[in-house]
């Protein structure tokens, strides 16, 4: 997905030995390659070509400098004017990217009606098992970003009686960081479908118990997964793109996996990394693209500020402004609780080496077509009043239904 909203990172080290700071945690935007701020480089140099050809102009005639002025304010406009919250070249290329999908079809549908359906987000999608050391077998996801595996956390307890720890980010982060793996990155995805409220007085209800900041709605049914991805660009860049060496790449996944699993039954927490079917389940419901029937797929459609799952509406955001560090999760808690018909979070983070931690979040909420504008607006205006802003993905509505799903983060 494109980029030009400031990405966030965290300062806070993870892992049991690190330093100890004097003050607290922050969330800071940070310095994205290839640009400057918020500029990209190519629309610094497009700006300085511009006004040294005016520059230029003023020794030549009359003719030549209105020409230079005009075209040169020309540049200057198509290269830094902004269009509801993104750079105008960057919205042209969303444009563009928008339409290809629209026009696109999946090269072939699988006999699988959960694929042929995820293949209209992903077309380049497969999901094979790999056997572990253990004799199990770990579903590992191909699509054309990368590979990715996923785990989902047990849970043994009825979800309103379940008192089960938050899940220790830091560990996750920690044990990914240790394998020193270039390119992976893990991600959480919290799928809730909350408890039903009545239709004209869900937003006000969500906004009042916001404002007030008491205790958290329980959902009917909440799961969460966490994934491990490997990019392929990272991959190419780092020279291990021969076919020798990406054919190694799902069985680094997958050991991945292991270990992210394994530190957090270290922490007494039970995860159970899932084989295709259940990767292939975790996908369609997560996305809401299960077959009614079984057989028949369902076949999903892109609008440019909203994604159809055929049952649902889906809108994705995402998390441009924080609040505090002390406040982050309690925010997280409440985006799960929309009053909608089904909500995801997703985060996913990056070891960054040192003290830092790319930190990417995304939420998607789905409600009946005539329902999902009331919804959408609830969350907006409850995220403001929790001190976070929210962005609204349009033209990237479909890659960011595949990128709330349990993929890693889909394309980075």
């Known amino acids: 997905m494109t980029g030009s909203p400031v990405h966030i990172r965290a300062t806070a080290r993870v892992g049991a030995d690190a330093p100890k700071r004097t003050g607290p945690a922050t969330l800071l935007p940070r310095r994205r390659p290839g640009h400057l701020g918020s500029l990209h480089v190519v629309q610094l140099l497009l700006a300085e070509a511009a006004i040294v050809a005016i520059l230029v102009a003023f020794g030549r005639n009359l003719v030549v400098l209105v020409v230079a002025v005009a075209l040169g304010l020309l ?3 198509v290269s830094l004017g902004r269009q509801q919250g993104r750079w105008w070249l960057e919205r042209r290329v969303m444009t563009w990217q928008f339409q290809r999908r629209r026009r696109s079809r999946p090269p072939s549908l699988p006999e699988d009606a959960r694929l042929s359906a995820l293949q209209w987000l992903a077309p380049g999608l497969v999901v094979d098992d790999l056997a572990a050391p253990d004799g199990s077998q770990i579903g590992v996801g191909r699509d054309d970003a990368g590979w990715f595996a996923v785990a989902t956390l047990s849970s043994s307890a009825p979800m309103r009686d379940d008192a089960r720890p938050p899940l220790p980010l830091d560990t996750l982060v920690s044990a990914l960081a240790e394998a020193d793996q270039p390119g992976a990155v893990v991600q959480v995805v919290t799928h809730s479908i909350p408890a039903p409220a009545h239709q004209d007085t869900s937003g006000q209800s969500y906004r009042e118990l916001l404002h007030r900041y008491g205790p958290v709605g329980v959902p009917v049914d909440r799961v969460t997964w966490f994934a491990v991805r490997l990019d392929a660009q990272a991959l190419a860049e780092l020279g291990a793109d021969l076919p020798e060496q990406t054919a190694q790449a799902p069985t680094v996944v997958a050991a991945l996996l292991r270990r992210l699993v394994k530190a957090l039954r270290r922490e007494g927490i039970a995860a159970q990394p899932l084989d295709r079917e259940g990767l292939l389940d975790a996908l369609a419901r997560s996305c809401d693209l299960a077959p009614p029937d079984g057989s028949t797929p369902v076949r999903p459609r892109e609008d440019w500020n909203v994604w159809y799952s055929g049952r649902l509406a889906h809108r994705s955001y995402w998390i441009r402004d924080w609040p505090s560090v002390a406040q982050a999760t309690a925010l997280l808690d409440w985006l799960s609780t929309a009053p909608a018909a089904l909500t995801s979070v997703a985060l996913v983070l990056a070891p960054q080496g040192g003290d830092d931690v790319d930190i990417r979040c995304l939420t998607r909420v789905a409600a009946v077509p005539e329902q999902l ?40």
């Open 75 to 77: 540049v200057l406009v």
């Open 373 to 412: 504008a009331s919804v959408c607006q609830a969350v907006v205006r409850g995220a403001k009043l929790a001190h976070a802003g929210l962005f609204e993905l349009g033209g990237e509505q479909g890659p960011a239904a595949y990128a709330t799903a349990p993929t890693g983060g889909g394309p980075r």
